[in-house]
């Protein structure tokens, strides 16, 4: 069974930074792209940013020069660099897998994790 394990949330003060990370872990061959969706409270999920196993990537026109994606592919981990952080990227970061490949072989897809808080508050 693969798992998705997040980590790096936490409070940090209008114009700080977090630096979130996502491994994904247990039997399997191949994960495709991989990325964040982010969850305000009474709000619906909405997707941050994604990045290809080729490492191209997509970014919310929202966080466009202030968040960057990367992934470790060696690892199985994405990450996202989240600079200039304001109040209004207050949420819980879901970090999601499009695709895996597992033995069989077979794919599963849209795998998400539990979810990471992000406060921006002084």
């Not at 061959?29 to 991989?34: F, H, N, P």
């Not at 909405?46 to 960057?68: N, P, Q």
Request: glycine share 12%; with cysteine; aromatic share 10%.
């Amino acid at each position: 069974q693969v798992q998705l394990v997040e980590s790096g949330g936490g409070l940090v003060q209008p114009g700080g930074s977090l630096r979130l990370s996502c491994a994904a872990s247990g039997t399997f061959l191949t994960v495709y792209a991989m990325g964040w969706y982010r969850q305000a409270p009474g709000k619906q999920r909405d997707m941050v940013a994604l990045i290809t196993g080729g490492g191209r990537s997509t970014y919310a026109e929202s966080v466009k020069g202030r968040f960057t994606i990367s992934r470790d592919n060696d690892k199985n981990t994405v990450y996202l660099q989240m600079d200039s952080l304001n109040p209004e990227d207050t949420a819980v970061y879901y970090c999601y897998v499009e695709r895996i490949m597992v033995p069989g072989p077979q794919f599963e897809y849209e795998l998400w994790g539990r979810g990471t808080q992000v406060t921006v508050s002084s």
